[in-house]
Nanobody, 122 residues
């Protein structure tokens, strides 16, 4: 089965850091762009970042630009999201998803992970 599995979430203090991982099984990530999305309680899912299949193109939501960095290691079949200077408003379930290209809307992605909880609280 084609699957994406997120990991690395947890509880951190404001200003802290986490690195999320998105690992593929049943397929290789070489030919896919990978997007990160998040969904906070009572809010719709929003795009956070995306990286092209080659890693040559990245984009970020304005709210996370500079603080977050997306990267990929195709040899490990894994995409990462390094999150620094975390704020309480970053609290959400974070999802990764695969598509042929980077899109800003959830409808453009074909395969989704189960999500990992990130909680930023003092």
């Amino acid at each position: 089965q084609l699957q994406l599995v997120e990991s690395g979430g947890g509880l951190v203090r404001p200003g802290g850091s986490l690195r999320l991982s998105c690992a593929a099984s049943g397929f290789t990530l070489d030919n896919y762009a990978i997007g990160w999305f998040r969904q906070a309680p009572g809010k719709e899912r929003e795009g956070v970042s995306c990286i092209s299949s080659s890693g040559g193109h990245t984009n970020y939501a304005d709210s996370v630009k500079v603080r977050f960095t997306i990267s990929r290691d195709n040899a490990k079949n894994t995409v990462y999201l390094q999150m620094n200077s975390l704020k309480p408003e970053d609290t959400a379930v974070y999802y990764c998803a695969a598509s042929p290209y980077c899109y800003t809307h959830t409808a453009g992605y074909d395969v989704w992970g189960q999500g990992t909880q990130v909680t930023v609280s003092s």
